[in-house]
């Protein structure tokens, strides 16, 4: 029994420190996630989306346009990302607009949630260690998941591996999935072209998800190592999908939708580029 019990104190204090080391280096991934955030002011980028919607079976049955959005400069030095073409054809909304106002039309658009977030769970331990860095399990914190803002109660009910740049801490890889209900949300969608469907609209990213983002550092011309920046250089998500929506809204337009869709897809890939730099720096698919 002694010995058992020894065995049972060793396994917890691993475990422990498991859990202790597995904190320490969330902190440092969040830590130099919100470092380069202020690096962002030296650099552009293009995001372009694609969305599908797959049957069942997980068959294609409907492509939704394609939308490209670029990074936008505001009067106070931030960012947004702004519709600068549809792949229909359609005119962007507010395209010959000043930077401030192109953002204030993009203010009620949201990314399916908040990677800093994310990085400042308190629930984490270790994760098998894989080629090229450590790697952390971040798992859902209940009582973040009672917060009152949104953007942490997603956050909070997501289950994610992390896998982190040796160098840097920086994660270079997020994979996770929604285990909780904390994404859930329902409301009318903000529109820019067209009327609005007067149904609530149910957002996709909710339990059942899962995602997948890539981040790359993108060197400074002048090898300035302070305005290097990672970019998220590709996303791929793969969301449930009610099969009554009668539309999908997307970038303040509602597309309709085909009734034998069960599963939401999409990919996002985007290319970056340093002011000053005389070439684009390209990722993921051409365009």
Same mark, same amino acid.
């Given at each position: ?7 049972? @104190? ?12 597995? @904190?320490? @280096? ?5 830590? !130099?996630?919100?470092?380069?955030? #202020? ?14 919607? @797959? ?7 409907? *492509?939704?346009?394609?939308? *490209? ?42 990314? /399916? $949630? ?12 270790? !994760? /098998? ?5 450590? #790697?952390?399990?971040?798992? %859902?914190?209940? #009582? ?5 803002? %949104? ?8 289950? !994610?591996?992390?896998?982190?740049? %040796? ?6 890889s997020i994979e996770g999935k929604v285990v909780a209900d904390g994404c859930e949300q329902r409301g009318?969608? /903000? ?13 996709? $990213? ?7 983002? *890539? ?43 085909? /009734? #034998? ?27």
């Open positions: 029994m002694k010995l058992c019990s020894l065995l049972a @104190l060793a396994a917890f204090s691993c475990a422990a420190a498991d859990d202790h080391s597995a @904190l320490g @280096l969330l902190a440092k991934a969040s830590a !130099a996630f919100d470092a380069n955030q #202020a690096r962002e002011i030296h650099w552009n980028w293009t995001a372009v989306e694609k969305r599908s919607l @797959l049957n069942h079976s997980g068959a294609m049955v409907q *492509t939704f346009p394609t939308v *490209t959005a670029e990074s936008v400069l505001r009067a106070n030095g931030n960012r947004c990302n702004a519709v600068v073409a549809w792949s229909d054809g359609l005119k962007p909304y507010k395209a010959s607009a000043s930077a401030d106002e192109r953002c204030r039309a993009m203010d009620d658009f949201r990314p /399916p $949630f908040e990677v800093r977030e994310l990085l400042r769970g308190s629930q984490a331990k270790m !994760a /098998p260690v894989s080629e090229g860095g450590a #790697a952390i399990l971040i798992q %859902p914190d209940k #009582a973040r998941q009672k917060s009152d803002d %949104p953007s942490i109660r997603c956050a909070a009910s997501i289950e !994610a591996t992390v896998r982190l740049d %040796p160098a840097t801490s920086f994660p270079r009318s969608a /903000p529109m820019q072209y067209g009327q609005a469907s007067s149904k609530l609209m149910r957002s996709a $990213f909710r339990k059942g998800a899962s995602f997948r983002m *890539t981040f790359q550092l993108q060197k400074d011309k002048f090898a300035n190592q302070a305005n290097s920046f990672w970019i998220c250089v590709s996303q791929h998500y793969t969301m449930p999908w009610d099969s009554e929506n009668e539309v999908l809204a997307y970038w303040g337009r509602q597309v309709p939708a085909n /009734p #034998a869709g069960r599963q939401l897809v999409k990919d996002i890939s985007t290319r970056a580029r340093e002011f000053g730099a005389d070439s684009a720096v390209s990722f993921g698919d051409d365009h």
